[in-house]
């Protein structure tokens, strides 16, 4: 599989609709919760200039979900790559609910200054107001959920299950407004759009499911070559000539159709969600150049 990085177009109407409903809100939200996934956390963050320039204006907390899923010895080169940029980084496990109470120490410990002005103000303390944004699928509304403590948000593994944006009640000290998952008009580097593919952040019509299945196979065996062997029994892996592994993994895996042959779309569809649920081990595809 060639990359050509030309830059892949695509941009749903319903987040040109988020974004401007973002620069509308931001006045009115303390700090911003940026959720990216710890698994490919380059790639996940947001890029959009517009965005990023009107929450610079509030302080931020970098939050990386699924590190139960991650690779835990790049995933600390990436949390202190942002720590040497100036982001205050947490990273959290919403499977087994740990790193929850590390954000709301973090919020307290931020928004300090807050509070000390409104006091000379004359001001009573009221509750902090936090923006939540980040692309899809990253786990916004997972994170929400176990914040509050109950289904408060609408969950799904695919993108684009927030429409809106909303005010959530997480406690008495702190109110989230949610927002639908965000992503820039032109995805200009291929890598980080397969990244995106891979761990379900674009939908599944902007890149060819096999050709996304391939670049998962070709950066497994790269990075991950005993998670391929434990997974699938494969040795060896070249993109160049995928089909005799398609083969191997069709076979194992009963991915048959009439005559004996195997169904190579379905195979596709295993290793994808393979990857996303876990099975083929802890893996962050994102580099700490």
């Known amino acids: ?64 979900t699924k590190s139960d899923l991650c690779d835990l010895n790049k995933t600390n080169q990436w949390i202190k790559y942002y720590e040497d940029m100036g982001y205050k980084v947490v990273l959290v496990d919403l499977i087994n609910n740990k790193g929850l109470n590390k954000i709301l120490d973090v919020t307290n410990l931020l928004l300090k200054e807050l509070d000390k002005k409104r006091e000379e103000k004359g001001l009573r303390k009221r509750s ?37 944006l909303s005010w959530i009640r997480i406690n008495d000290n702190i109110d989230l407004l949610d927002s639908p998952g965000i992503l820039w008009p032109k995805l200009d580097n291929e890598t980080e759009a397969y990244n995106l593919a891979s761990f379900s952040a ?23 070559e005993n998670n391929l062997k434990e997974r699938y029994g ?11 592994t398609y083969e191997l993994i069709g076979k194992k895996r009963g991915c048959l159709i009439k005559g004996g042959e195997v169904d190579y779309d379905k195979v596709s569809s295993i290793i994808i969600n393979d990857l996303r649920e876990g099975r083929l081990g802890r893996v962050t595809f994102d580099e700490v150049k």
């Open 234 to 244: 494969i040795n060896s892996f070249d993109i160049d000539d995928v089909i005799p």
């Open 1 to 64: 599989m060639k990359m050509n990085n030309n830059p892949i177009n695509w941009y749903p109407g319903h987040m040109a609709k988020a974004k401007r409903l973002i620069k509308e809100n931001v006045d009115k939200v303390d700090i911003i919760y940026e959720i990216i996934d710890s698994r490919i956390p380059l790639s996940s963050k947001i890029k959009d200039r517009d965005i990023d320039k009107l929450i610079s204006t509030k302080p931020r907390i970098l939050i990386m």
């Open 128 to 164: 902090y107001r936090a923006l939540i944004i980040g692309i899809p699928n990253v786990g916004k509304s997972t994170l929400i959920n176990r914040l509050v403590g109950k289904k408060a948000a609408i969950t799904g593994d695919r993108p684009g299950v927030t429409k809106s």
């Open 202 to 224: 674009i939908k599944e019509e902007i890149l060819p499911i096999g050709k996304v299945a391939c670049y998962i196979l070709d950066t497994l065996y790269k990075k991950y």
